[in-house]
């Protein structure tokens, strides 16, 4: 580990109180990045967005995930932001660089055959509590609740 990563972990642990996870996270995220300045043979202070584009072509052909990619930026983008106020870059490189979309599913939602099933199933009960579940889940339905909540 070089010295201004040294700094910047020392930086997020002791200042701004990051968790050791996220700061674990953020470091290997710039060793990656460090690897491939390394390869490419590039000196941290003379990296430019098009060295942060080629990283990033480079990192999905890889097959990386664009959340892990998300993140690999915001890491570099906070490192290089630490970099220029400490003054050891005098650019940010990661100004203008736009990190991938996520990828967003719909949550999968309940079709009205298998809601009737569900309220079927319930009246079928003999309990005394068959009453309340009923109005439960005839409130989860008719207001849209996720099982999570």
Known sequence: MNITLKEFQNYLTYERRFSAHTVKAYVSDIE???TYLLV???LDDKVTKYDIRAYMK???ERNISRTTLQRRIASLRHYY???QKTRHVRDNPLLNIVAPKGHFSL???LYEEEI???FAA???RTDFLKDRDQLILEFMFAT???ASE
């Open 122 to 124: 319930n009246n079928k």
């Open 32 to 34: 990656k990045f460090y």
């Open 116 to 118: 009737n099933v569900i």
């Open 107 to 109: 949550p999968r939602v």
């Open 144 to 146: 849209g609740l996720r």
């Open 40 to 42: 490419h043979d590039i």
């Open 81 to 83: 932001s630490f970099l």
């Open 58 to 60: 480079e990192e999905i």
